[in-house]
């Protein structure tokens, strides 16, 4: 618990299995923000992600990331984080996807 506070994040233990004790706030330095409008896609959602200012808890953080979300089935959802600025290795999986919309998913997506 002390670590965890001493980082600036929030404790709060639970007994939801797997539920993290330890994250981050909502206005934490840490991590991405969105930096600007969503836009829609065909399949999804396209936004991008700006590094905050404070220093990185694991190095090497690429700003801006895009995130790309796809609806691919009624209980399937795809994300993707990429680099804009340089390509990068990504696990060639070609997963087939019959596209669904927001409307018909069984999950919400939030920004």
């Known amino acids: 618990r002390e670590a965890c506070e001493a980082r600036g994040c929030i ?4 007994d939801v299995a797997n539920a993290p004790w330890c994250f981050f706030a909502e206005d934490s330095p840490y991590g991405y923000s969105l930096g600007g409008n969503t836009e829609r896609t065909a399949k999804g959602w396209r936004v991008t992600l700006n590094k905050r200012q404070a220093l990185s808890l694991f190095g090497n953080d690429i700003s801006p990331v895009i995130l790309e979300v796809e609806f691919q089935t009624k209980d399937r959802l795809r994300f993707r984080l990429y ?9 060639p999986l070609k997963i087939d996807s019959p596209g669904v919309t ?9 920004f």
């Open 83 to 91: 680099d804009p600025n340089r390509q990068r290795f990504e696990v």
């Open 11 to 14: 404790w709060c233990a639970t």
């Open 102 to 110: 927001a409307d018909e998913a069984a999950y919400d997506v939030e």
